[in-house]
């Protein structure tokens, strides 16, 4: 059960670059620049981050065989610093939440693939700034 606080979600919202880290199978580590992210927060116990696979190569063989997740929330815009891990729930190139992202996204980022969606479910939050709580659990 993790629930992100208001003020994550605001500065998730400032990030313009949202780095994702992803690993394969055999620990090869994968980082990439996400543009657009959404948070769900509609399911009273847990809260879900949606990105959009439109250009992923190495990252979406990464999500399928180890489907677990890494966002490095920062910039000099946001209040704080911090690492949220998530693991896959669904990769899915149809359905609601699909259709849902896809209008949204067309209407910002018109020609884009949009070929799936990916939902991760968040599981850990972690402070990132420096000072004695760096790496700490905050949720």
Request: glycine share 6%; net charge positive.
């Amino acid at each position: 059960m993790v629930k992100l606080t208001p003020e994550m979600k605001e500065d998730i919202k400032k990030v313009k670059i949202l780095p994702l880290a992803t690993s394969s199978k055999d620990g090869t580590p994968n980082v990439i620049p996400i543009g657009i992210a959404e948070i769900d927060d509609s399911d009273a116990k847990d809260d879900y981050i949606h990105i959009m696979n439109n250009f992923f190569l190495k990252t979406i063989v990464n999500l399928k065989e180890n489907p677990k997740a890494a966002f490095y929330i920062w910039s000099p815009e946001t209040v704080g610093c911090i690492q949220i891990k998530g693991v896959v729930i669904d990769i899915a190139g149809k359905g609601t939440i699909y259709d849902d992202m896809t209008t949204r996204v067309a209407s910002v980022k018109p020609g884009l693939p949009m070929k799936e969606i990916i939902r991760i479910k968040v599981t850990d939050v972690f402070n990132c700034k420096s000072g004695k709580e760096a790496g700490q659990k905050i949720i």
